[in-house]
């Protein structure tokens, strides 16, 4: 089992910064995938980035230029930093964590609010 706290989100206004931190705890693999994902009201949950253990991340295109993801291995947190938000950017922003091949697994963090006012 891979328990995840979440932690950084809140209330801000267009333009404004947010730093979302996701700490990993339990059976941890050393290859892995960390990231987050969201969900806006009445729409699907959304890729919005990830990073694997060796350091490849990938991001949704609407944040690119936007927002970065880093981990500490060390720590088993990933952490999101958020510039330059937009309202759209609204939504509940959710910890992921995956592993892949023969120990395939994936576990979500319980989530946490970010909202954009205008």
């Known amino acids: 089992q891979v328990q995840l706290v979440e932690s950084g989100g809140g209330l801000v206004q267009a333009g404004g910064s947010l730093r979302l931190s996701c700490a990993a705890s339990?059976?941890?693999?050393?290859?892995?995938?960390m990231g987050w994902y969201r969900q806006a009201p009445g729409k699907q949950r959304e890729l919005v980035a990830a990073?694997?253990?060796?350091?490849?991340?990938n991001f949704a295109d609407s944040v690119k230029g936007r927002f970065t993801i880093s981990r500490d291995n060390a720590k088993n947190t990933v952490y999101l930093q958020m510039n330059s938000l937009k309202p759209e950017d609204t939504g509940v922003y959710y910890c992921?964590?995956?592993?892949?091949?023969?120990?395939?697994?994936?576990?979500w963090g319980q989530g946490t609010q970010v909202t954009v006012s205008s």
């Open positions: 992921n964590y995956k592993t892949w091949g023969a120990s395939r697994n994936e576990y």
């Open positions: 339990g059976s941890i693999f050393s290859i892995n995938s």
């Open positions: 990073i694997t253990s060796g350091g490849s991340g």
